[in-house]
């Protein structure tokens, strides 16, 4: 004798439809913008992600802390491939977070230069893989 259940098929489609329905009806949350692709292909990148919560307001807070210490922070200390850059720091939205990323970096190799310096200040820092169509919240 089976141990396992089966289920009707019947309530596969149920399951599917809801599920499919919930999707769809998905209204996007105000203040997030999703961008454009560029060519058809989604463009990829790479930030520094230092932290990660659901409280939007949190995020923003964060986010400004996360320029503040990277503008003041000596030249001498940061790595050598950003040392005279401006790097922005963004508050990303990915259900059910708001991840706070530094820097646009095209390869992970040089956001994994960034790294170390990140994590001296921010512990949970690790190098996040976007595309173009990742929301960024807007102010």
Do not use: K
């Amino acid at each position: 004798m089976s141990t396992c259940q089966s289920i009707h098929p019947a309530t596969h489609v149920g399951l599917i439809l809801g599920l499919a329905l919930l999707i769809t009806s998905c209204a996007p949350m105000e203040g997030v913008v999703e961008p454009e692709e560029e060519d058809g292909e989604p463009e990829v990148y790479y930030r520094v992600q230092v932290h990660m919560t659901t409280d939007r307001s949190n995020a923003e807070t964060v986010r400004s802390q996360v320029e503040a210490w990277w503008d003041d922070l000596p030249a001498e200390e940061r790595p050598s491939s950003v040392a005279h850059e401006d790097l922005s720091a963004v508050v990303v939205w990915q259900q059910p977070y708001y991840r706070v990323r530094l820097g646009q970096f095209a390869s992970r190799e040089e956001a994994q230069e960034l790294l170390p310096t990140a994590r001296d200040e921010f512990s949970d820092a690790l190098v996040a893989r976007e595309r173009n169509t990742t929301p960024v919240a807007q102010d």
